[in-house]
Structures are given as structure tokens and as C-alpha cells.
């Protein structure tokens, strides 16, 4: 499947509130990521997609969105720009894990891409 969301993130000011709240409405325990402060992983057996759950930070402090999977993030954003879209966060690599941007569609949703590959450690 081309394109398929594989991420979500559901992000407010006060991160061990929204992750207690969604453990008690849903059952999703989140798990804290070391060296992320306040971001807490629900495993995808728990949400049927894995996602997160915890602080948004100072330009976003809440916010709720999905990411997709693309094969060249740089390219993507040309791409959403083109077609109307605005970057929101650029291309961000953490190495190891994940590379990743966040844009606005033309209605202002907010939406993520995320690389195919993860990128190597450091």
C-alpha cells in the first residue's frame, strides 16, 4: 500500500493528564520515550495504529494529527507546496528513529510525513 498512515499524535499542554486520560477512555497506556520529554508511545495493539500521546511544545501546544508515509520527505513538501499546502515543521531528522515534517493542508488540518527509511544512528 502506497502512502499508508502510520503514526498519529494527540498533543496538549499537559502531558500526564491527556496520557492518563486516554489510559482511563481507551486503555491506552502510553509509554514514556527516554530523551523525549513528555511523549508517551501507544503501541498499535492497543490503538490499531501506533501513535502517541503527550506534550505539544510552545508554537503547537495542542494538536492532533496523523502521519504518511512517504519515500522522499524533501520531495513531499515540494510537492504539498505546490498543490497549496504550507510547510509547518521542515524536514527534521532524529537520527535513528524517524525523519519527519508536519505541514497544513489548504483547510489548515495539520498533517505528518514520514520518511520509508529510518535514518541511521548517530
Do not use: C
Not at 23 to 45: L, S
Amino acid at each position: 500500500m502506497a502512502h499508508k498512515i502510520v503514526h498519529w499524535e494527540l498533543m496538549g499542554p499537559d502531558a500526564e493528564a491527556l496520557t492518563s486520560f486516554y489510559t482511563e477512555i481507551f486503555d491506552w497506556k502510553g509509554e514514556a520515550v527516554p530523551g523525549f520529554d513528555g511523549y508517551n508511545m501507544v503501541q498499535a495493539d492497543l490503538a490499531g495504529i501506533g501513535g502517541a500521546v503527550g506534550k505539544g511544545n510552545e508554537n503547537m501546544p495542542a494538536y492532533q494529527t496523523m502521519y504518511v508515509e512517504v519515500p522522499d520527505v524533501d520531495a513531499h513538501l515540494q510537492k504539498i507546496e505546490a498543490a497549496g499546502g504550507k510547510t509547518v515543521v521542515r524536514k527534521t531528522v532524529v537520527p535513528g528513529m524517524v525523519t519527519f515534517a508536519l505541514f497544513n493542508d489548504p483547510a489548515g488540518n495539520l498533517v505528518g510525513i514520514v520518511d520509508e527509511e529510518v535514518p541511521p544512528a548517530e
